[in-house]
């Protein structure tokens, strides 16, 4: 299976640092990331990571976010799910109005296109009414809205325990099995 992962310049980088090793560890993918160019300098700021250097470690193939010219650029190469982990508002209008301005907006523009899976998690609060539009927009043409709001029902003990919460609800949605949170009873 082959999976994008955009990371945008949104506070919670956390949460995609969690789901690319997540998604590395268990050897089962083909993991592609893009990043923008404020993810890269707030992750350096939010959580002291240098995420080109991580792409490295985890071994997963990094594609600058202005590079049209990358396999994933194009609709005739497969890839079977999307995720954008954060999500700007920013990036949630442009795939929202299909602005491809970027190589994050355009694989979501071509996950649309090709009806493939394209999960986004918007990361801001409060949302505002164009922000709701947005996501109501997409949400009616099947895209998965996962905002990173985790629960307390699981007891958490710790943030990671929160955000295992959230990447795992976010990999539920997208179709991907995994043990990484506390489930219901």
Known sequence: MKIVVGISGASGIIYARKLLEYLSYTNKYKIYAVAS??????????????????????????????????????????????????????????IACGFSYNLITRVCDIAIKERRTLTICPREMPFSSIHLENMLKLAKIGVNIAVPTPAFYGDPKTIDDLVNFVVGKVLDVTGIENDIYKRWK
């Open 37 to 94: 160019k404020e993810a890269i300098n707030i992750a350096k700021k939010e959580a002291n990571i240098d995420l080109i250097d991580f792409f490295k470690f985890l071994n997963i193939e990094y594609f600058d976010n202005d590079n049209f010219y990358s396999p994933i650029a194009s609709g005739s190469f497969l890839v079977d799910k999307t995720i954008v982990i954060p999500c700007s508002v920013k990036t949630l209008a442009s």
